[in-house]
Structures are given as C-alpha cells and as structure tokens.
C-alpha cells in the first residue's frame, strides 16, 4: 500500500525566504503525487501534480516540487514566501489505476512578516 | 464555471441520529470522491463514485454509504453517528476516474456530534 510522510507538522519562514516542505513516498508501484493546499475553514486547492512526465513540476502560485525517485521524496519549494502562502500543505500519493488518494498528515506553513 | 458545491455547510447531529450530505460536482464532471478530515486522523478516503457506480472504498464501517445520481450529484449517508463522526466532510470532482485528472474539493461539510 502507498503512504505519504510529511516531516515536520510546522514550518515558519520569514516573508522573502525560501519555502521547503518535505515530503517522502512510499508506493510498490509508480506513482502519482500532488500538493493540496488548504485555506482555513475552506477545501483543499490542487497547486501542483506529478504523474511521470517531468520531474520537476511547477504549480501555481510559484510553487514547484521535483520528484526524486531514488531519494523517494516530492519536496515543495518556493524561492520567496509570502503572506498569503500561511495555510496547511498536504501532500498526497495514489497508485497509478488505483483511484484513491492518500494524504500526510499536513504541514503547517507560518510566515513571519 | 460553478465549483464543486456542497450542502449544508455546517451540521450539529447528537449522536444516533443519521446523517445525510450532498455534492454536486463541477458540470462535466462524473467522478466525485469523498473524504474525511479530522485532526487526529487526518485526511482519510470514504468512497469515490463514477457514473453512479462506486468503484472504490476506503477502511470505514457500513455506517458510512454514498451514492451518486445520474446528474452526477451525490450523497453520503451516516447512521447511527457516534462522537467520533464529528468531522469535516470533503467532497472532490474530477471529468473522468484516475487521479492524473486534478481533483477539485468542495468547501467541506463541518459535521458535529454532540
């Protein structure tokens, strides 16, 4: 079965500085991944997905992710944060031809003005 | 384009009574997924319908069911609720099965138990 780890359940940056969050696979199969993003009190926003084309995906918001298949990770950048970025990050596998997705447990993103 | 909807948006239940949610998916679209997000638990699949047939499910009990209608609209149902139902309710759509589709959610159902 896939899984998703997500370290670190709180990342705080300062305005300007570069967003990383982490995010580490693990799936017998290739797999699919994406990054959701979630406003409070709202659902959740597609920002980027990987589905075996390009290894680095861009998104949008200027968000990017590079999958690395020998390091099993789909990490999410962004060269320069900014206010409006603060929400929780989740990341997220499926199977290929397997429908589901499966979630981490989310990463709190704070930004510092 | 209209988003994915989802009706009501707030809910207090006590516990035993049943439940029922809907989502009307984006217009197009003929996949809808459900999932539930709680704190402990996290994001947690329930069930995804595709042309009012459910194609997969995930580790809930049968309190939890869903169907889809031939508009594409759907519903979940849960019975008999117990504290820890009390959750938000996400609903996705996507145009056809497969996840290489983008899924679009819906603003949630915020269900509470008391």
């Known amino acids: 079965a896939q899984s998703v780890t997500q370290l670190g359940s709180h990342v705080s940056v300062s305005e300007g500085a570069l967003v990383l969050l982490r995010c580490n696979y693990s799936?017998?199969?290739?797999?699919?991944l994406f990054w959701y993003v979630q406003y409070p009190n709202q659902g959740l926003q597609l920002l980027l997905k990987?589905?075996?084309?390009?290894?680095l995906v861009k998104g949008i918001n200027g968000f990017e992710a590079e999958f690395k298949k020998s390091e099993t990770s789909f990490h999410l950048t962004k060269p320069s944060a900014h206010m409006s970025d603060a929400a929780e990050y989740f990341c997220?596998?499926?199977?290929?031809?397997?429908?589901?997705?499966?979630f981490g447990t989310g990463t709190r993103l704070t930004i510092i003005p | 384009k209209a988003g994915v909807t989802q009706t009501p948006r707030y809910l207090i239940k006590t516990r035993g009574q049943q439940v029922t949610l809907s989502c009307s998916p984006i217009s197009g679209h003929r996949s809808v997924s459900w999932y539930q997000q709680t704190p402990g638990q996290g994001l947690q699949f329930l069930f995804e319908y595709f042309s009012e047939t459910q194609r997969n499910k995930g580790n809930f009990p049968g309190r939890f069911s869903g169907r889809q209608f031939s508009n594409s609209r759907s519903e979940m149902n849960v019975s008999t609720l117990e504290l820890g139902d009390s959750a938000l309710y996400l609903c996705?759509?996507?145009?056809?099965?497969?996840?290489?589709?983008?899924?679009?959610f819906g603003p949630g159902t915020r269900l509470t138990v008391l």
């Open positions: 990987y589905t075996s084309a390009a290894t």
């Open positions: 997220a596998v499926s199977d290929s031809g397997n429908e589901k997705l499966t």
């Open positions: 996705a759509s996507s145009l056809d099965r497969g996840y290489t589709d983008t899924q679009y």
């Open positions: 799936s017998s199969v290739p797999p699919y």
